[in-house]
């Protein structure tokens, strides 16, 4: 297992919001977590990046992350791809490439990432120049998923990256997130509002509400049983 979280609580302010969730990720598999909007799936991802506090365990690659700095999680390869795409309006889209690989010092190694990511998101090398905020929201998230992809991550975790997308945009990218996992080996732990789309991805799935997982299976089990479609996914 790439990714290990056992009796994961988390709070804000006074609220608890996760109450003791247990998941894990495979190395080079893709876990997705489903839920409605408020069942803890954004702080799931949140702790395990180190930007809420928490308790209980969470172990990255063999070793505990619970209670390090975001900056030293993110050396140790989980790269955060934030709802909303988090990227930097006012900088250009290579700049905000380049600030994707600020932690590391190989410089011809983010010379090559860079045509790398260009190679995946060929619209992103005509508009290297552009500021990031006269970018298309598609592209902005193309940028936001590219920014995470210089750290060159063993885990990508995505936070909806469907969210506000034509539906060819996010055909492509989940295509794209398919070719990083089987043809590089990254790991992917994603949440997303379109149910049928993450279990297509997804080897594995959690169910969360409320702040606690109701449910867990291979991801074609629950795309598969209409009585959980009906009850939980929506569709």
Known sequence: MILKVVNLRARYALQDVLHGINFEVAEHGITTLLGANGAGKTTTLRAICGLVRTEGDIVFDG???QRRPTEQIARAGIAHVPDGRGTFLEFSVD???RLGAYLRRDKDGIANDLERVFHYFPRLKERRTQQ???LSGGEQ????VSRA???RPKLLVLDEPSFGLAPLVVRDLFDIFRTLNKQEGISILIVEQNARMA??????????ETGLCVMSGPAASLRDDEQIRR???GY
């Open 95 to 97: 700049e905000n490439l």
């Open 199 to 208: 279990l297509d991805l997804a080897d594995q799935a959690y169910l969360l």
């Open 132 to 134: 990031a905020g006269s």
């Open 141 to 144: 998230q193309m940028l936001a």
């Open 63 to 65: 070793e505990p992350i």
């Open 149 to 151: 992809m210089m750290l």
């Open 231 to 233: 009850s939980y996914l």
